[in-house]
């Protein structure tokens, strides 16, 4: 099985800032095959980030990823308001797994 | 517009059975895989399992493995997940969700707002 490892677990940061959120693999993973969600609480997850740096369909231009191997990021050039939430990195080449998330939380 | 609208989630007793419902619209939905991922209360995303769009071919998680059965009927644009033999750690919001692409290869473009099954004596 593959592990994705999120970090850090809790991020604080202010609005205008900007947000950089990392997700390990336990072992290589295909870009073509790494995603990113956001989530809201009470929501379903919202796909951002396909293919490791391809933004799904009405994704702001400030998300963006990067990343190949082991070693993935998301990030979020500028903060708006909106963006607090918590992000989830998903592999879908071996089976699928997410990582544990991040929670991006107002500062 | 695409839109997915879960149901059939309730309060089980250990060991009790449910099936949930997932109703899917806005798309050709027997052109597309379509999968199960669950969140227990307070926890991350977990991935259950995912089923082509024939429904020929299915798969699992081990922790759901010989429990669950996802199926579909695409007469009806609806996609089930049967669970048998419910245990206290299989408490969560479970999603369906459609895929991005028609490869088994892809992540979840669009997801229903969830139902809560709660396996509790």
């Known amino acids: 099985e593959v592990v994705l490892t999120q970090s850090p677990g809790t991020l604080s940061l202010s609005p205008g800032e900007r947000a950089t959120l990392s997700c390990r693999a336990s072992q290589s993973v295909s870009s073509t095959y790494l995603g990113w969600y956001q989530q809201k609480p009470g929501q379903a997850p919202r796909l951002l980030i396909y293919?490791?740096?391809s933004r799904a369909t009405g994704i702001p231009d400030r998300f963006s990823g990067s990343g190949s191997g082991t070693d993935f990021t998301l990030t979020i050039s500028r903060l708006e308001p909106e963006d607090f939430a918590v992000y989830y990195c998903?592999?879908?080449?071996?089976?699928?797994?997410f990582g544990q998330g991040t929670k991006l939380e107002i500062k | 517009e695409v839109q997915l609208l879960e149901s059939g989630g309730d309060l089980v007793q250990p060991g009790g059975s449910l099936r949930l419902s997932c109703a899917a619209s806005g798309f050709t939905f027997s052109t597309y895989i379509m999968n199960w991922v669950r969140q227990a209360p307070g926890k991350g995303l977990e991935w259950i399992s995912v089923?082509?769009?024939?429904?020929?071919?299915?798969y699992y998680a081990d922790s759901v493995k010989g429990r669950f059965t996802i199926s579909r009927d695409n007469s009806k644009n609806t996609l089930y997940l049967q669970m048998e033999s419910l245990r206290v750690e299989d408490t969560a919001v479970y999603y369906c969700a459609k895929w991005l692409g028609r490869t088994w290869q892809n992540p979840s473009d669009y997801w229903g707002q969830g139902t809560l099954v709660t396996v509790s004596s």
């Open positions: 998903q592999q879908y080449g071996v089976s699928y797994t």
């Open positions: 293919g490791a740096s």
């Open positions: 089923i082509s769009g024939s429904g020929d071919n299915r």
